[in-house]
């Protein structure tokens, strides 16, 4: 039986005091422990953005796989985890070549060659999307740009910023 360990995460304080998803993300860890046989040797519950992955509970829950505590991350979603593809295949690296990473979600076990190729397609087509979204506000930017529109910041020298559009201001 491959011990397991919870990792349960919300992004403020509110949803944590007054949502129902601490306690959901609980159950759903729970019903997949029991469908798949894991014995569930813990669970981390942490507040905070998925920006990077310097969370203390975060880091707690990846100790306990290094001190053999437990073989395997459960997390409700890749997203609780982190929402960075790079931080994702970093903790690859780093954690998940030896212990599962299993995601109720998107159905990924990394226990298995098939799990590890689904757990790298979706890193790929999310650094896709992250990528095609800056293509394409860069060609926003460069069409508003070519059409005198202003784009963010302080008006160039000799334009004014008026209603939203860059007019020439003659005394400069």
């Not at 981390?44 to 073989?71: F, M, W």
């Not at 780093?94 to 397609?121: C, M, P, W």
């Not at 293509?135 to 000799?158: C, D, I, L, N």
């Amino acid at each position: 039986m491959t011990r397991a360990i919870g990792y349960i995460r919300v992004s403020t304080d509110k949803q944590a005091d007054q949502g129902v998803s601490l306690e959901a993300q609980k159950v759903k860890i729970e019903a997949y422990a029991m469908l798949y046989d894991l014995e569930m040797v813990d669970y981390v519950i942490e507040t905070g953005s998925a920006k990077d992955t310097h969370r203390d509970g975060l880091q707690e829950a990846l100790g306990a796989l290094t001190s053999g505590k437990a073989e395997a991350l459960i997390v409700v979603k890749l997203d609780r985890l982190t929402r960075s593809v790079a931080d994702l295949g970093r903790l690859v690296e780093t954690y998940f070549q030896k212990h599962a990473l299993l995601s109720v979600g998107e159905q990924i076990d990394t226990r298995s060659a098939s799990g590890r190729l689904v757990l790298n397609v979706l890193a790929s087509v999310s650094q896709w999307e992250r990528e095609v979204i800056g293509e394409r506000t860069s060609a926003a930017m460069q069409h508003m740009k070519a059409h005198g529109q202003y784009t963010g910041g302080k008006p160039p020298y000799g334009f004014q910023l008026i209603n939203g559009q860059l007019i020439e201001h003659e005394a400069e």
